[in-house]
């Protein structure tokens, strides 16, 4: 309608009701008049068809409360324009909002709206047309811009299974172009859905499958889900589908499996390794535990061997010391009285050493500081000092020694206490001996032996000398333990042997 025409016709109009049902009968759409307060000043048929409210019902009611959804108020409100000056009408605004009918059925309308001006007073016109179509038009383009944005393949079907939109992830997936599925059964051109017999069996579908890429000729592992779209009314009105591609996912759970076998046939060969290793390791437990067995039985036999060995020693020394005791009781020379007593006190050193043995539960080495105080007690027994006033001190660090060292150590310290009796302290005079016997850092034996004696001659060669008991002496630690000795004769005699 023109705007010359509305002003033809505004000259003979008697009420602006006179225009508004005019302007209805020029029309065939749903046409609502609104006053300066958006209440609803005329509404016509069609309007009562489309939304379900009768005249008497909605004039008076606020048009935005009453009809349109809270969402688009202030799209309407922003379009409605005042007339220029010297015009009845504005220009005429294109709107769509959704409306909400009296079964609260929501409808999508487009609007065509526009401000009349009658009499001096101010008309919103609006007239409504159905735009569901369009709606549903400008849904379907912005899915499917959206659905490019996705990197998996999605579809959407009507019910019949024919392709509504697609995007191009599901198009690549098949090896096909977009042209090649639109408006086509899904089933028929996606390889992926060839055995979907009907549209129903997508209802909350999930699988897995290998098909065929129409490009390469190469199988693609996919994973399709799908959903049946309902409408209000919980009728099906499509169905979405969505296609991940899958091979590479697939191709390294293959690879973990097959990875996973080789581990497990690995251990399996590693266990049937070990197992043999076990076994010939218990079995050579079991042999070593016989043969430590056998050992055991063989070391007790030897020990006993061993302790009657150090016991008929023994005892054939003390019949020799017995014989040499007997021997000298008969003797009147005192110089041949005193070899034999020497003797004696010798093979009685060495009788001791067997008899501490026999008497240990080790038989290999002697307890060097009982064996000492033993010898001291012996020799002064035999001299008859055991209450004079010569003084033994020991200071004894070497617990246990070997036999082989035990045995010249022990024929030494006899020598060396068996002169310091004779002859450092004429006259019974009283005096000190001591006896100091350590292992050093450098783990040689320290044996240092001394008394406080007369003392012997300052120019005495130890390796000249005529004396038996200082040429046993020199033979036993040079000869025999490779060992030295250093003479002090300063207050005394100080013999310092390393060993």
């Not at 992830?169 to 090649?180: F, K, T």
């Amino acid at each position: 309608m023109s705007v010359s025409l509305q002003n033809k016709t505004l000259d003979f109009v008697q009420s602006p009701e006179d225009i508004f049902n005019l302007m209805s009968a020029a029309v065939n759409d749903a046409l609502a008049v609104l006053d300066i307060g958006n209440n609803i000043v005329f509404w016509n048929e069609h309007s009562e068809k489309y939304f379900k409210y009768k005249h008497e019902e909605i004039t008076g009611k606020h048009f935005l409360k009453t009809l349109i959804s809270q969402k688009y108020h202030q799209t309407v409100l922003k379009n409605i324009d005042i007339p220029e000056p010297g015009a009845y009408i504005s220009e005429t605004k294109t709107i769509y909002v959704e409306a909400i009918a009296k079964d609260h059925a929501k409808i999508y309308c487009k609007v065509s709206l526009s401000v009349m001006k009658i009499k001096e007073q101010l008309y919103t016109i609006l007239y409504f047309r159905d735009a569901t179509d369009y709606k549903l038009k400008q849904t379907l383009l912005t899915l499917k811009k959206s659905m490019e944005f996705v990197k998996i393949g999605v579809c959407v079907t009507n019910m019949e299974g024919a392709i509504v939109t697609t995007n191009s992830a599901l198009a690549q997936v098949h090896g096909l172009n977009i042209s090649d599925l639109t408006e086509k059964k899904a089933k028929d051109v996606l390889p992926c859905l060839s055995h979907i017999k009907i549209m129903d069996e997508f209802k909350n579908y999930s699988t897995e499958r290998l098909c065929k890429n129409n490009a390469s000729g190469k199988d693609v592992y996919v994973k399709i889900e799908s959903e049946i779209v309902l409408d209000d009314d919980k009728s099906p009105i499509a169905v979405v589908i969505t296609c991940e591609d899958i091979t590479d996912s697939k191709n390294m759970q293959l690879q973990i499996c097959q990875y996973n076998e080789h581990l497990e046939s690995l251990v399996k060969e590693r266990t049937h390794t070990l197992s043999e290793t076990n076994k010939q390791l218990r079995d050579e437990i079991v042999k070593r535990t016989e043969m430590e067995e056998q050992i055991r039985g063989n070391v007790k036999d030897l020990n006993m061997l061993l302790k009657e060995v150090h016991h008929r020693v023994k005892n054939n020394l003390q019949i020799i010391v017995s014989l040499l005791s007997l021997q000298s009781a008969t003797i009147s020379d005192p110089l041949l009285h005193d070899i034999f007593k020497d003797s004696e006190n010798r093979i009685r050193a060495m009788a001791l050493i067997h008899e501490k043995l026999y008497e240990s539960t080790d038989m290999s080495t002697l307890d060097f500081g009982e064996y000492l105080h033993s010898l001291a007690s012996e020799l002064l027994s035999s001299y008859n000092l055991r209450h004079g006033g010569i003084e033994l001190k020991t200071d004894i660090g070497v617990h246990t020694l070997d036999i082989d060292i035990a045995i010249p150590c022990g024929l030494v310290i006899n020598e060396f206490i068996t002169n310091s009796l004779k002859y450092a302290f004429p006259g019974n005079s009283g005096g000190q001996i001591k006896v100091s016997f350590h292992r050093g850092q450098d783990d040689k034996l320290y044996l240092t032996l001394s008394d406080n004696g007369v003392g012997l001659s300052k120019d005495i060669d130890i390796k000249k000398v005529k004396s038996l008991g200082l040429q046993l002496i020199h033979d036993l630690i040079v000869r025999k333990l490779k060992g030295t000795i250093e003479i002090n004769t300063d207050g005394g005699t100080e013999f310092k042997i390393i060993i």
